[in-house]
């Protein structure tokens, strides 16, 4: 996958240009493109993302990372891996080709009027070249995903019916769903999330993606959910429908799961990380291995403030328990008497064997310093996978 040779060189030459008003030019396309489809941001994008700018800031940095693939000689990565995170997160939206349409003219629009007269018909013809490269890789991505999910083009939504509501922690609360009509929820692997769409006190239909914690294979499916608490905004809207209006008996439309960070397949050595709320998808994939009886090398390790915060603390401890190859590592930055080791997760010091893959979850700065100490230690960066919740801020491969 490259550019033409007309393009190639307009865009390396223009590349610093564009990439130094990225920022300034996906502010004016989405102010653009909500004036004219006012419904796509109260029924599709997620309006505490839109306020805090991180996903304008997240499409800034997706579009100059494919632009710098595909000018690469050699790319470190294939350019269509590259968007497979976002065709997933793309897919539990449901979104459909005909958008791809909508966000290319506004997004031109924007170019336009940031740049000027720089915007030579030649220069838009480049960059053109570039956009539908990006979303042609993004359309056929995500119509293998609908394919694979037995759905048509965005038809991902069903009503599920809530039939248990337990409290985990003071934040935490966890939710058991059933399809409406009677039928089993439907198989997924495991790390893999559902996006739930609920109804905002203004009527907007706002979605958020939660990662299925029940293990693979039961008629019901489990989310957990953590509170946000920026209460004088939209970040934790859906969040708060959740923990405060949402009872055993409610019924709310959830999507079919996706998600790229799931359990390996093979018996090779797994590392299972997870910091906060970011322990949801690792512990499906410790459920399915002790379902399993699993005899892999497995390394568990969590990070979060302190044991009463820690979500699904007993369950992690007792499924690591069932599997003869694995360990525990916990942190806590306050500990108290629960045996936990103080501060934060210490990757560097942990015995890792060869050919390990790494699974990650948990805010960027866990991430970031998980990785790190991973390539420290000779991890090879192909096997260090990672689930960030919200827009992908953090380009991992890097």
């Known amino acids: 996958m490259s550019l033409s040779a007309t393009a190639a060189p307009v865009v390396r030459a223009t590349l610093p240009v564009v990439g130094a008003h990225l920022d300034r030019i996906t502010e004016r396309f989405y102010a653009r493109m909500f004036a004219a ?18 996903q304008r800031r997240a499409l800034a940095g997706s579009i100059a990372a494919w632009a710098g693939l595909l000018l690469a000689d050699a790319p470190a990565a294939d350019p269509r891996a590259v968007v497979g995170r976002i065709a997933h997160k793309h897919a539990s939206l449901g979104i459909t080709s005909e958008q791809y349409k909508i966000v290319h003219e506004h997004l031109f629009a924007a170019i336009g009027e940031v740049l000027g007269d720089a915007v030579t018909p030649e220069v838009a013809a480049a960059w053109d070249e570039v956009y ?23 038809a991902v939504w069903r009503p599920m019916r809530v039939t248990g509501r337990v409290r985990e922690t003071a934040d935490v609360v966890s939710f058991t ?14 790390g893999q999330y559902v996006s739930v769409q609920v109804e905002a006190a203004d009527g907007a239909r706002q979605i958020r993606q939660y990662s299925l914690i029940s293990a693979p294979g039961r008629a019901e499916w489990q989310i957990s959910v953590k509170r946000v608490r920026p209460d004088d905004g939209p970040a934790g809207e859906v969040s708060a ?10 019924e709310i439309t959830v999507s079919a799961p996706f998600g790229d960070l799931v359990l390996p397949d093979g018996d090779g050595p797994l590392l299972l990380a997870s910091a906060g709320i970011g322990i949801t998808p690792t512990l499906s994939m410790l459920l399915a291995l002790a379902r399993e009886r699993s005899g892999r090398r497995v390394i568990v390790v969590h990070g979060d403030r302190g044991p009463d915060t820690h979500a699904h603390r007993a369950h992690q401890e007792a499924c690591a328990a ?18 936990a080791l103080r501060g934060y997760p210490d990757l560097a010091s942990l015995d890792l064997p060869d050919g390990v893959t790494a699974l990650l979850c948990g805010p960027l700065p866990f991430l970031r310093s998980a990785k790190a100490a991973l390539l420290a230690k000779g991890v090879p960066a192909e096997r260090i996978a990672y689930e960030v919740f919200g827009p992908d801020l953090w380009r991992g491969g890097n």
């Open 132 to 154: 539908w490269s990006m979303a042609d890789a993004l359309i056929a991505a995500e119509a293998d995903l609908y394919r694979a999910a037995g759905t048509a083009e965005g």
């Open 37 to 54: 489809r006012p419904e796509l941001l109260r029924d599709l994008f997620n309006r505490g993302n839109q306020a805090s700018g991180d």
């Open 177 to 190: 769903l059933s399809p409406s009509d009677g039928t089993p929820a439907g198989p997924f692997l495991p």
């Open 322 to 339: 069932e599997l003869p190859g694995a360990s525990l590592h916990v942190w806590y930055e306050e500990p108290g008497a629960s045996g």
């Open 241 to 250: 429908i959740l923990h405060d209006a949402v009872l055993p008996g409610d």
